[in-house]
């Protein structure tokens, strides 16, 4: 167990639709990341968040946005969802900024129908 | 970030030690090495990671040559809950003024324990 917690673990929604995924840090980190992994394109990195700011962005579309809450814990928004947006959504945290030892929640699998 | 190349899969005997290679030929001098693996659709877990000096941690130990162009994960005596995608990654860190980015991983070893 990392300590990070990702809800829901499972998602089922149609095309069109807008879901939220939810991330809690472990206890004392303060970045927040979040990685895509679909069965095409491997784990990739969207966004990270830092102590409530928008530290660095990755392969993030514009359909989808995060944001990082006062107590820190994280949420990624999706919307116009695509049959394409399927995948494994992974939440990782670690103590500070630029800091690489990541601990990665369990994942939220997201099927869009 | 420096691209690194592993072997696509690979498989070991339960109880021996597997050895899992990495390039990273393009390695600048304030990369770090860092291993991670997945266990079937998991999240990624953090192993361990190193600058020069070969590191040991209670899962595994690094070995990273003295060119800083090739590693090595040791897992000493591997176990069936071993078997997973083993991720080897060059990374900035923040002190270098990078390490703000997420981890880029690529497609890693599957690594396979024979009972």
């Known amino acids: 167990d990392s300590g990070v917690t990702q809800t829901p673990k499972h998602l089922i929604t149609a095309t069109g639709q807008r879901v939220t995924l939810r991330c809690s840090p472990r206890s004392g980190d303060l970045s927040v990341y979040w990685y895509q992994q679909s069965l095409d394109q491997g784990l990739q990195f969207l966004i990270q968040y830092y102590n409530g700011e928008e530290r660095a962005k990755g392969n993030i579309l514009e359909r989808f946005s995060a944001q990082q809450f006062p107590d820190l814990h994280s949420e990624l928004n999706l919307s116009s969802l695509e049959l394409g947006d399927s995948a494994l959504y992974f939440c990782a945290s670690s103590v500070g900024v630029g800091m690489n030892e990541q601990y990665f929640g369990p994942g939220t699998r997201l099927t869009v129908t | 970030d420096a691209k690194t190349t592993q072997p696509t899969s690979m498989d070991c005997a339960e109880g021996r030690a597997a050895n899992l290679p990495c390039n990273h030929s393009?390695?600048?001098?304030?990369?770090?090495v860092y291993w991670y693996r997945q266990i079937h659709s998991q999240g990624p877990q953090y192993i361990i990671h190193?600058?020069?000096n070969n590191e040991t941690n209670e899962m595994a130990s690094l070995i990273i040559t003295e060119d800083r162009k090739s590693s090595t994960l040791i897992l000493p005596h591997a176990t069936l809950r071993d078997t997973a995608v083993y991720y080897c990654?060059?990374?900035?860190?923040?002190?270098?003024?990078?390490?703000?980015?997420?981890?880029?991983f690529g497609k890693g070893t599957h690594l396979i324990i024979q009972p």
């Open positions: 393009t390695i600048s001098g304030n990369e770090y």
């Open positions: 190193g600058l020069k």
């Open positions: 990654i060059a990374a900035l860190i923040w002190e270098s003024g990078g390490g703000a980015d997420g981890l880029t």
